[in-house]
């Protein structure tokens, strides 16, 4: 398409000129005003009409046609309606400012809002102003014509570009569109309005409902803003959106605007509301607003007001539980929560990869709306990771041909299931991004840079969790003026910083020491203090794990006479592979009551990798202390452990 199929002036060699508008010039008295601006940038052919408003960019109108075509805006400009212009004023909006902002009213009486990027209407939303009770207040155009979900305002703002600008380019973010035609109204043009108001009470999974926020057309302007000022409604609804905006747009760039008391948004305070007594403020005010603004409170220094909108969830709910799998004995134990922060250990071999990805596929099941990631270079390669979490999911054989093998239809529903809730995290020294040179050959395994990778994942898939599938495969090149103790406690906190910024659930594996073996020639079961480097591995988390199998018996005095007999064993091997093991999950720290207690659950290991319950100890408080003694020490009462637990053979239900 060319500027001249729409009737619009050529001019060669020249990349922005005023010309006369094809749409409107003709119905004006003024018919050779240039009013029509062209930009006839190559990829970036726009036009835009500063009388009728006509608009448009030639590089991508063809994909937006249907949209233009259900607009219902008039083909000729006119007058608002007097009910529509009424509006208006009872929320304080001057017709100046409407027009402004290229909003209109259809033949029907509806005022369309329209959104604009590079001068092209990529969607409108509708309001009704004579709403009744039954009818549609607002609404959207349909999807199936193609449109784009964004900020409203985003085409009309104005930013300066020069690297040594002397002013901050700052940008209101406002909950609705009354609020942003406010601040407006008042002389605050860099302002937009979220496409949809706040997300629902509730919601857990907000990839859609902030999709805009990561839309490529956004983050090329988000680059060049200093500072977003964020005019979010005083309620519940809008601490939600606070919230989780302030995480998608970095805490640092943003600033809180508040109200004075009993005032919910911008509109009240500019106009008051009749209906709780609130007079009206008027512009001063407004302003004062904005000049207020306060920026997000930084650690350390927290007010009850800073944390209001928790206050009143506890009040409301009291300390809940996290989540958990639908396993009574498990959930028992522990259950998970955002941002708490949880480390698994156990010695190599004993199934700590197998138990917590086991867990994870538990979780999703039963809550849907999860999706985690996953840095496990441990178990590679990636596929090999994807295969194993399809073949716990249908408990049958990834590989075709085998008589208990997946069909295809379940491989497909597994892979399905997969894609929505799974993402690993894989960079190398020749596949990785740098996130603006953050990330590079030298340190792409490093702490740091995964969570760079993780907080990606948080912003635009709206991952709850990640696990860390080992501490101990991660880049940890300890600094010479450091020793390893205060690196590793310097690592644990920034994780525990890193959760509660962006209000994530972290799991992270970590290998303890060498262990000594008991006469059985079983490993004794670790405790977090075994872990190598720290007694922060015990001291950080909110939730501590212990992994733990005997693997091993001892020989009988007539079968080890019997092997001797015929040569078959060295005398120094008296024990055989047990023919059953068990899996023990010793939950050795909970910080919060709410979430869990300490306790040992014994499970079966099945097929594919899959647990069932076999037994919990009830009585693991009276010993705790004595299992957590050194392992000299804790010989005795390790015997008598898995005497008891080896005693006893028949299965809990789930």
């Known amino acids: 398409m060319t500027f001249k199929d729409l009737g619009i002036e050529e001019r060669s060699g020249t990349i922005r000129y005023a010309t006369i508008c094809p749409f409107c010039s003709h119905l004006r008295k003024k018919k050779t005003d240039p009013c029509l601006t062209v930009n006839n940038e190559e990829d970036n052919r726009w036009y835009h009409c500063n009388h009728c408003g006509e608009s448009g960019n030639l590089d991508i109108m063809e994909r937006y046609a249907k949209i233009k075509e259900h607009s219902e805006r008039p083909v000729e400009e006119k ?3 007097n009910v529509v212009s009424r509006y208006f004023r009872k929320r304080g909006i001057s017709l100046s400012t409407v027009k402004r902002e290229r909003i209109y009213e259809t033949e029907k009486g509806i005022i369309g809002f329209p959104f604009y990027e590079n001068k092209q209407l990529i969607n409108v939303k509708f309001f009704n102003p004579m709403f009744q009770d039954g009818g549609l207040k607002w609404w959207q155009l349909k999807k199936e014509y193609g449109t784009k979900t964004s900020f409203l305002g985003l085409d009309n703002i104005d930013i300066n570009l020069e690297y040594d600008r002397k002013q901050e380019n700052y940008v209101i973010i406002t909950e609705g569109e009354w609020d942003m035609l406010t601040w407006k109204e008042v002389g605050y043009k860099n302002s937009i309005s979220v496409p949809q108001g706040a997300p629902a009470i509730g919601s857990k999974n907000f990839q859609k409902e902030f999709e805009y926020v990561q839309d490529p057309y956004f983050q090329k302007i988000y680059k060049d803003i200093d500072t977003f000022y964020l005019s979010i409604d005083a309620d519940e609804a809008g601490e939600l959106l606070l919230r989780e905006l302030s995480v998608m747009l970095g805490k640092w760039k943003c600033r809180i605007i508040k109200y004075p008391k009993d005032y919910k948004d911008i509109n009240e305070v500019f ?15 407004v302003i004062d607003c904005f000049k207020t603004a306060q920026m997000f409170p ?4 927290i007010h009850p007001s800073d944390v209001h909108y928790e206050m009143m969830q506890y009040r409301k709910e009291g300390l809940q539980p996290g989540l958990g799998i639908n396993v009574p004995e498990l959930d028992f134990l522990f259950t998970i929560k955002k941002p708490h922060i949880m480390f698994v250990t156990g010695i190599p071999g004993m199934g700590k990869s197998v138990f917590v990805r086991w867990y994870w596929v538990q979780l999703v099941k039963v809550h849907p709306e999860i999706k985690v990631a996953m840095f496990t270079p441990e178990n590679r390669p990636v596929h090999r990771e994807y295969v194993k979490l399809a073949e716990l999911l249908k408990c049958k054989s990834f590989m075709q041909g085998l008589p208990d093998s997946m069909t295809d239809e379940e491989w497909k529903d597994a892979m399905n299931f997969i894609e929505k809730h799974f993402i690993i995290v894989a960079p190398d020294r020749y596949n990785f991004e740098s996130f603006d040179g953050s990330v590079k050959k030298t340190n792409v395994a490093a702490l740091n840079s995964i969570c760079k990778y993780i907080s990606y994942l948080k912003k635009t898939e709206g991952i709850f969790g990640y696990i860390i599938d080992a501490y101990n495969k991660l880049d940890n090149d300890i600094p010479p003026y450091m020793s390893e103790t205060k690196y590793i406690e310097t690592q644990l906190d920034y994780l525990i910083d890193f959760n509660a910024f962006y209000d994530l659930f972290g799991c992270i594996i970590a290998h303890p020491t060498k262990l000594q073996k008991d006469k059985s020639g079983n490993y004794f079961m670790p405790a977090l203090y075994d ?44 024990y055989k592979a047990r023919e059953e093991t068990y899996t023990y999950i010793k939950v050795e720290k909970i910080r919060f009551e709410e979430i869990g207690t300490e306790g040992i659950l014994k499970m079966n290991f099945l097929k594919y990798n899959n647990f069932k319950v076999a037994e ?16 000299e020490d804790q010989k005795g009462e390790q015997d008598s452990l898995y005497l008891q637990f080896s005693e006893k053979d028949e299965d809990l239900p789930f």
């Open 79 to 81: 007058a608002f309606s």
């Open 271 to 285: 106009i008051g509301k009749k209906e709780k007594n609130l007079p009206p403020l008027g512009k001063d005010a």
């Open 298 to 301: 930084i650690q350390g220094i």
């Open 531 to 574: 872990i190598k480097g720290s007694s922060a591995w015990y001291e950080k988390p909110d939730i501590g794990l212990v992994i733990h199998r005997f693997k091993f018996e001892q020989l009988t005095a007539e079968e080890l006479k019997e092997l001797e007999e015929i040569g078959e064993v060295e005398r120094e091997l008296k």
């Open 616 to 631: 919990i100890d009830k009585d693991y408080h009276l010993k705790h202390s004595k299992l957590n003694q050194s392992n």
